[in-house]
């Protein structure tokens, strides 16, 4: 190799290694701050430590410094997959936690990419390779299920005491309906205003378990019972009662198919998984199903409000000053800090909602 290849391979080498110090100093920061990640951050920290050292060492020219560039996979590639699982929570730590691991990772692919098809790289392969196997065969434990704390059909008279003039009535879904819900509580409320002009529908959905499967979502259901889905979009909301508290429900509109009452029908809906708000099914599965959500126990649970009007009204439904979006805000508002306080489990200081 000459001075200029050997150059920028030390230079990477020494980026890779300073990447690799701050990640040791992540996990330092986690582990000392206790709790249940504490002793997978320990060994974070360890591994970043070592895998700095043969890097750093590497760099000052060593005859073996190849040898010890392989060696430096192994740990690497352990923090990438170590921290990957916990930063779908969108926490700060977690993620800035694996930023820096996939930056140490980006530096060490241009540290080794000198050794070519030496036997060093060979082993660097054979590590990938097995770190591959390693997280595509991994399962992790599942997440200890949290009974609900209150039935969900009490939800209805506490919205009823906080919507004065609204009458309501829980519904029970036909015994095929549940079966494919496949939750072990849920409301079905129609709510009636006190003109009788708006309808809303509040449907709200628990499973102890956060592993259990999302089969019951509205832009299927709804367009399986003949309406035409219009638009979805994510909007941003204020929470309710956390002040500095952002929550990004679905909003979706409806319109009816043919044969079927003019009625529109504009839903608000999020998931709610291990007390964190996400608006994406496939992410509330990822987040289920890592091993990133519960580790001190877990759950599962979708809520939509559903405001069902004439579109004579001649509104914009989606536009957020209508009378439609308004009423969906003002129950949605409702709902989440009921579900907080008297329904969902606590999580030892997580959101929930």
């Not at 097995?130 to 997440?143: C, I, M, Q, R, T």
């Not at 009823?160 to 879904?173: D, F, I, R, S, Y």
């Not at 939750?183 to 378990?209: I, K």
Request: proline share 8%; glycine share 8%.
């Amino acid at each position: 190799m000459d001075a200029p290849q050997a150059t920028i391979r030390r230079g990477w080498t020494l980026v890779c290694a300073g990447a690799l110090v701050a990640a040791l100093v992540l996990a330092l920061a986690e582990a000392l701050a206790g709790g249940s990640e504490a002793t997978l951050a320990w060994v974070d920290a360890a591994a970043a430590a070592v895998a700095a050292a043969l890097l750093v060492l590497a760099a000052t020219g060593r005859p073996a410094s190849a040898w010890l560039v392989a060696a430096a996979i192994a740990p690497v590639t352990y923090l990438v997959l170590s921290t990957a699982p916990t930063a779908v929570t969108r926490e700060l730590m977690a993620s800035s936690r694996l930023g820096v691991s996939v930056a140490a990772a980006g530096a060490y692919l241009m540290a080794a990419a000198p050794l070519g098809l030496r036997q060093q790289y060979g082993l660097c392969c054979a590590c990938l390779g097995v770190s591959a196997a390693f997280f595509l065969l991994w399962e992790p434990p599942p997440p200890k299920p949290l009974p609900i704390v209150r039935p969900l059909v009490h939800l209805k008279d506490s919205l009823l005491a906080k919507m004065p003039g609204w009458t309501g009535e829980h519904q029970k879904l036909p015994e095929a309906i549940e079966k494919a819900l496949g939750a072990d509580e849920y409301l079905n409320a129609n709510f009636a205003s006190p003109d009788g002009r708006d309808r809303v529908l509040v449907f709200v959905t628990y499973n102890a378990n956060a592993w259990s499967n999302i089969p019951h979502v509205p832009w299927v259901c709804m367009t399986q019972s003949g309406y035409r889905l219009v638009t979805k979009r994510q909007d941003a909301m204020q929470h309710p009662s956390k002040s500095g508290k952002e929550i990004e429900p679905n909003v979706i509109l409806f319109k009816p198919g043919p044969g079927m009452p003019p009625e529109h029908a504009l839903m608000f809906q999020y998931f709610n998984v291990g007390g964190q708000y996400v608006y994406h099914r496939d992410l509330a599965r990822i987040m289920a199903t890592s091993g990133a959500i519960g580790r001190k126990g877990s759950f599962l649970s979708q809520t939509q409000v559903a405001v069902y009007f004439s579109p004579s009204e001649g509104q914009d439904p989606l536009a957020k000053g209508s009378r439609a979006y308004q009423i969906g805000l003002e129950f949605l508002n409702a709902v989440i800090p009921l579900l907080e306080r008297e329904h969902y489990p606590a999580l030892g200081g997580t959101e929930g909602g």
